[in-house]
Nanobody, 120 residues
Framework: QVQLVESGGGLVQPGGSLRLSCVTS????????MAWYRQAPGKERKMVAS????????NYAESVKGRFTISRDNLKNTVYLQMNILKPEDTAVYYC?????????????WGQGTKVTVSS
């Protein structure tokens, strides 16, 4: 079972910044596709950003393009989400998801989530 541990959430004013981190002890991290999702109250969970294991190619939801940056450090087994110019609508629980190689191919695993509240 792969464990992913997020941190970095909190309360921030509109226009502020936060950096989320997601770390794992899993040795195959460098081969895992990683992504950040978020779920606002009463809404479905949606992908915010993703980063590929091989090329480091990234994808972003339209709502965060130009404000959020996903990155990874394969030596530290960590994926980050730098969030700038935060808006109240960014308020949500943010989840890290990693798709790791397993005996069944590639399997997705989720972290427990970290809460981000954007409010004045």
């Amino acid at each position: 079972q792969v464990q992913l541990v997020e941190s970095g959430g909190g309360l921030v004013q509109p226009g502020g910044s936060l950096r989320l981190s997601c770390v794992t002890s899993e040795s195959t991290f460098s081969r895992a596709g990683m992504a950040w999702y978020r779920q606002a109250p009463g809404k479905e969970r949606k992908m915010v950003a993703s980063i590929s294991p091989a090329t480091g190619g990234t994808n972003y939801a339209e709502s965060v393009k130009g404000r959020f940056t996903i990155s990874r450090d394969n030596l530290k087994n960590t994926v980050y989400l730098q969030m700038n110019i935060l808006k109240p609508e960014d308020t949500a629980v943010y989840y890290c998801r990693g798709t790791f190689p397993t005996n069944n191919g590639f399997t997705p695993f989720w972290g427990q989530g970290t809460k981000v509240t954007v409010s004045s």
